[in-house]
């Protein structure tokens, strides 16, 4: 799944002025619309080289994903800012709540990510619906 550039285009004109935002943006353009190895971009080296990669092993974006999902999925709050947006989906600044309100969750889950790359991680949630996203990335 990748986001594509049409919808690239109209999130910058959305997203225009918030930095963190564009930067993600930046990176999904880089890598085709993939939302995996935009995230992975906008990573620190530190935190990947932190992060060893096994074979039969989940990914960082899988485990962010995870502990994501374990976060909104159920959070009125979170459902709340997603709904408005999708209901309208020109408003920028609808958009930057979901983002804000995202990466509020991932820091009192104890992650330390950029603003960029929960982002990218808006983004992803918003272009599955976040119903499709709870029931899609929970574990069997």
Known sequence: MALAAEEIQRLRVQLAGQPQAIQALQALE???GNYEASFAALMPKETLAAVSYA???PSL???TLEVMRERICGDG???SKVKEY???PTQGALLVGVITSLAEAAQN???D???AAMTVIALYILSLGLDVF???TKPS
Do not use: D, H, I
């Open 30 to 32: 880089t890598y085709q």
């Open 55 to 57: 074979p039969g092993r």
């Open 61 to 63: 974006w899988e485990v």
């Open 77 to 79: 709050g979170f459902s």
């Open 86 to 88: 999708s209901k309208n």
């Open 109 to 111: 889950a104890g992650l």
């Open 113 to 115: 990510m950029s603003t």
């Open 134 to 136: 709870c029931k899609y």
